[in-house]
């Protein structure tokens, strides 16, 4: 069955740094596009950033756009997030999430970015 486990979430103080990891299994990998969505803490769900399934295509929102980068690597089956100067307003939920139409999500990673 398909699996999409995250981690690499924490707290941190603004303005450094986190990776996180989506492990992926059950499909694949390599054919699917792949996301990263959040939710902060009573919020809804705001998409974060996007890869293709070979990875020469990303998107990002424009509340990360260049600090975030997307990447993944489809010989371990692991999409990445690689987090810079990062912002209170960062705190949320982060998910990865399989293909265009989001099908699976992983359990989420939590990100905390507080002094």
């Known amino acids: 069955q398909v699996q999409l486990v995250e981690s690499g979430g924490g707290l941190v103080q603004p303005g450094g740094s986190l990776r996180l990891s989506c492990a992926a299994s059950g499909f694949t990998f390599s054919s699917y596009a792949m996301s990263w969505v959040r939710q902060a803490p009573g919020k809804g769900l705001e998409w974060v950033s996007a890869?293709?399934?070979?990875?020469?295509?990303?998107s990002y929102a424009d509340s990360v756009k260049g600090r975030f980068t997307i990447s993944r690597d489809n010989a371990k089956n692991t999409l990445y997030l690689q987090m810079n100067s990062l912002k209170p307003e960062d705190t949320a939920v982060y998910y990865c999430a399989k293909g265009p139409w989001y099908d699976y999500w992983g359990q989420g990673t939590q990100v905390t970015v507080s002094s």
């Open positions: 890869i293709n399934s070979g990875g020469g295509s990303t």
